[in-house]
């Protein structure tokens, strides 16, 4: 074969073989991004239920310190019986929230005992876990 066949056509090869590998960058770019999100999306899940698993922590070690010795609350592992079984009422947390920051029916106020926070917890924590 004449030599100036053999260079156009080795030039055609090369040019593929480089324009085959931009494509194949491109496609890991993609794939790389859509990976990056993924893991990106994965670490906000993540988070949010580390942040919930913290919060029912606390909830339950102020149920198990206030509440335990008269409310049944079986994820707690607490079987009062002067209160409510919580597990049977199972209240949502306004509910427990209005009767721990007011009390009544036998049930001491704990506004004075608890922070707003602190009652905001073990109200989520009751409402999350009653019934379980």
């Known amino acids: ?3 100036r066949f053999v260079v156009p056509a080795l030039l055609i090869v090369v040019a593929l073989a480089v324009a085959s590998c931009g494509s194949s960058s491109t496609s890991s ?7 990056t999100a993924a893991v990106e999306e994965g670490s906000a ?3 949010e239920e580390t942040t919930r698993t913290v919060a029912s922590a606390a ?21 009062g019986n002067v ?15 209005y009767q721990v920051t007011n009390g009544g029916g036998g049930m001491p106020a704990f506004v004075d005992v608890l ?17 379980e």
Request: glycine letters at 6%; hydrophobic letters at 35%.
């Open 83 to 97: 209160g409510p079984n919580l597990d049977q009422v199972m209240p949502d947390a306004e509910a427990v929230k």
């Open 45 to 47: 899940s993540t988070d």
């Open 59 to 79: 909830g339950k070690k102020l149920f198990v310190t206030n509440c335990a010795s008269c409310h049944t609350l079986a994820a707690a592992g607490a079987s």
């Open 115 to 131: 922070t707003d926070a602190q009652i905001d917890e073990v109200s989520s924590y009751v409402a999350e876990s009653a019934g």
């Open 29 to 35: 770019d993609t794939a790389q991004t859509t990976s």
């Open 1 to 3: 074969m004449p030599i």
